[in-house]
């Protein structure tokens, strides 16, 4: 599978396309007016304490109060008959200073969410000073080179004291050199050296440490082996680029690469124009089936239809051969879109359970290219697939969009005949309080155009009814729901 990224940066934000085989599959946007919180460590002090949720309030100097959850307080207290004690109230307190990490940034109403478990990651692993663990990537499946991975990592700590604390060996840990893995080891307990400093001299609410700009991450988390290129269409950010690779990940300097052509880079296997089709509800599959995405505050439901593809067979077979191209194409989409939490997929019933089969192997099979942690259940009765990604940022779309002011979020608006039904029912109620002679209604054109064409034999009829004359006016700036009823 050819891999290559494209990183477009200007003064104002950074976004990242990762293409896989000539095909865009993921896109990250990072703004200068507004960047990512995850990984920044920050004092903070508890506003807060809710024993009946087990979580905490935490101001850290955001606009918004942060959330910590009695889970991701470490370490836990031991209680006075001995044992840990899991209350809230036991852990911390209201007025307390706290070290805490964002795990997750704010989304829509809702603050950032915190722990205390500090985690440092560097090219090759992750380091937990709080922690004793040496875990290795579920990604790295050789028995072998897993336990080859924790034993270099013990024995640097035994020759090096110094280098104490848990650590996670990364997917691209997967046949470095020891020599790499010591390197990295150092890097990170230096660098947490340096945090622990900063706490120490730092003694009001601020930030700590701040995670690396998504430009570097994306050269540290996104350049594994299969990455053929990366192409950066800023000189400086290119010359920032290759000084981190070669402090870090020196073995990957030789593919990035300045693109100076005119051509925009993100024009290049058509990136523009996809980021474009993932803020659409609708999306088309080749076959002449679409899908339908609707993301709401508390999940994503995605629905298959086969449209106006009828196959050659038999309606069995289109539907399989429908679903099985859906499950491609929603694999696809959930990483483009970034989307997370739970997902629910409404594929079209089958009744061969092979066909299940297929097409649920086919989903994960795809799923397991995504970078994200993900987990699905089998197909239901109701032909549905319930699936978790987990969300650590905004999806493409809360990111780019805003909720529409006609429809406020609701995807559709009233018709012109029924704003007119409204108009005629807000002049009844208002004509009981006021005898003024004339009623003048302002609204769209859509509205007004109705009310003199369609509505006239109903406008007529309510002028005798009242005994008054009703005027119309064109506001161009209303939308079809507004209209103001004014007595003169």
């Known amino acids: 599978m050819k891999q290559e990224i494209l990183i477009n940066v200007s003064p104002s934000e950074t976004r990242v396309a990762v293409v896989e085989n000539g095909v865009l599959q993921e896109v990250y946007i990072e703004r200068e007016a507004r960047q990512g919180l995850v990984g920044n460590i920050y004092r ?101 080179e897993r336990e080859r991975l924790r034993n270099i990592v013990k024995q640097v700590q035994q020759d090096k004291q110094t280098l104490s604390g848990g650590f996670i060996l990364r997917t691209a840990a997967d046949g470095v050199p020891e020599a790499e893995i010591k390197k990295d080891m150092e890097f990170v307990t230096k660098l947490w050296d340096l945090v622990e400093s900063r706490v120490c001299n730092e003694q009001k609410i601020a930030v700590i440490y701040e995670s690396l700009p998504l430009l570097m991450r994306m050269v540290r988390d996104l350049a594994e082996v299969d990455v053929g290129k990366i192409q950066i269409d800023c000189q400086e950010s290119f010359k920032q680029a290759v000084t981190f690779v070669e402090q870090f990940v020196p073995a990957i300097k030789s593919r990035i690469h300045l693109y100076s052509d005119e051509r925009h880079i993100f024009d290049l296997y058509s990136v523009e124009e996809e980021i474009q089709k993932a803020l659409d509800r609708k999306v088309g599959l080749k076959s002449g089936g679409y899908l339908i995405f609707d993301q709401t505050e508390a999940m994503t439901t995605v629905d298959v239809n086969t449209g106006a593809y009828v196959g050659h067979r038999n309606l069995e077979e289109t539907i399989f051969k429908t679903n099985l191209e859906a499950a491609h194409a929603i694999a696809r989409q959930i990483r483009l879109r970034n989307l997370g939490g739970i997902i629910i997929i409404d594929f079209i019933d089958m009744d061969d359970p092979e066909h299940k089969r297929q097409v649920l192997r086919a989903f994960a099979k795809r799923l397991a290219r995504d970078h994200v942690k993900t987990s699905i259940t089998d197909v239901s009765a109701l032909g549905l697939v319930e699936m978790s990604r987990k969300r650590t940022t905004e999806s493409l779309e809360r990111i780019l969009t805003e909720t529409c002011p006609y429809c406020q979020g609701r995807g559709s608006i009233k018709t012109a005949e029924t704003v007119c039904y409204e108009i005629f029912r807000e002049i009844m109620r208002a004509a009981k309080a006021y005898e003024a002679e004339k009623i003048m209604v302002i609204a769209s054109q859509s509205v007004i155009d109705r009310l003199l064409d369609e509505e006239s034999s109903n406008v007529a009829d309510l002028e005798e009814l009242l005994q008054r004359i009703i005027k119309f006016q064109v506001e161009s700036l209303y939308s079809q729901e507004q209209f103001d009823v004014v007595f003169v």
Do not use: C, N, W
């Open 44 to 144: 903070g002090k508890v506003l807060r304490v809710l024993p009946g949720m087990q979580s905490a309030f935490v101001d850290i100097g955001l606009d918004k109060a942060a959330f910590l959850h009695a889970k991701e307080i470490f370490p836990l207290q031991e209680s006075e008959a001995g044992s840990v004690s899991d209350d809230i109230k036991d852990l911390i307190r209201e007025g307390q200073e706290i070290i805490v990490q964002v795990v997750k940034d704010m989304i829509g109403s809702k603050g950032a969410r915190l722990t205390t478990h500090i985690s440092l990651p560097s090219r090759y692993l992750v380091y937990m000073p709080g922690s004793q663990h040496i875990g290795v990537s579920q990604r790295i499946d050789d028995e072998k």
